[in-house]
């Protein structure tokens, strides 16, 4: 497969060079960095620490993604967006690991999706997808009367909170519990913020060091709780979550995919 990776610059984007350069059956034909990026014309290799690949780095990605079979996009919403729209232009794979998408952003990628194939998710580790799936059931066999929290530390640097992570466990909750997220979720609590509603899903947000991502769900009932925890310890799960979902989907037909649907969940 011709692998396009965007966000070059970035610690994901040099990662998923890096594990493009590494994969079987893979090539790196692009890599993408926004305009006036003082790393545009840099050899994409030399830039991921590794010996030259012979990849530019460009600011122009439609002709790049029409010359690709899929692109690997780790970077912000806006671009996530415009991307998607080449991609469907192009008819090529997208697989998003882009966190802090709004609802309008999602039915942006929802249309492009009618001509891409596009691989969506908060968290592109199989260790993440198997927590959601076990959330997902924990949350079904018990009752209200187990309080839901979710908590999630990550790096100082990280600048959306709740983490997309956070976020996919929660609707993981939510599903199991057949209600929707936005009914039942609760982000900050300061002051007096009298006593917690049953139902209530709540998110507790960690920023410090060099923490690459810890994700515990927790069921507080009456006297026992229950604990499913995640614990990233190097970004290179992501990318070769990122690189699974891309060839699952090079022969899919066009629609909107998750990680569950990669690894069959």
């Excluded at 965007?6 to 060079?17: H, P, S, V």
């Excluded at 059931?137 to 309080?147: I, P, S």
């Excluded at 956070?166 to 300061?190: H, K, M, N, P, Q």
Aim: glycine share 12%; net charge negative; hydrophobic share 45%.
């Amino acid at each position: 497969m011709k692998l396009v990776v965007t966000g070059a610059e970035g610690r994901m984007g040099r990662m998923l060079i890096r594990a493009v350069a590494e994969a079987e059956g893979c090539t790196l034909s692009g890599a993408i960095e926004r305009e006036g990026s003082h790393v545009v014309g840099h050899d994409a290799g030399t830039l991921a620490g590794l010996s030259p690949l012979g990849v530019e780095i460009s600011d122009d990605p439609l002709p790049i993604f029409a010359e690709a079979d899929a692109v690997l996009d780790f970077t912000v919403p806006k671009a996530t967006v415009a991307f998607a729209e080449l991609a469907a232009q192009a008819r090529i794979v997208h697989v998003v690991g882009t966190t802090g998408l709004s609802d309008e952003d999602l039915e942006k990628l929802k249309a492009a999706s009618y001509h891409a194939r596009i691989v969506r998710s908060g968290n592109m580790s199989l260790g993440v997808n198997l927590v959601a799936s076990l959330v997902r059931k924990v949350a079904a066999a018990l009752g209200e009367e187990f309080d839901i929290e979710v908590l999630e530390m990550h790096h100082r640097m990280k600048v959306d909170a709740p983490s997309g992570t956070a976020l996919l466990l929660g609707e993981a909750a939510a599903e199991g519990r057949a209600v929707a997220l936005a009914d039942t979720r609760v982000s900050t609590r300061d002051g007096h913020t009298g006593a917690r509603r049953p139902g209530d899903i709540g998110f507790a947000t960690l920023r410090g060091g060099s923490v690459v991502g810890d994700h515990s769900v927790i069921f507080a009932g009456p006297s026992e709780r229950i604990t499913l925890s995640h614990h990233a310890e190097d970004r290179a799960i992501f990318a070769r979550g990122a690189l699974k979902a891309a060839q699952w989907a090079f022969d899919k037909p066009p629609g909107l995919y998750g990680m569950d649907d990669v690894l069959g969940l």
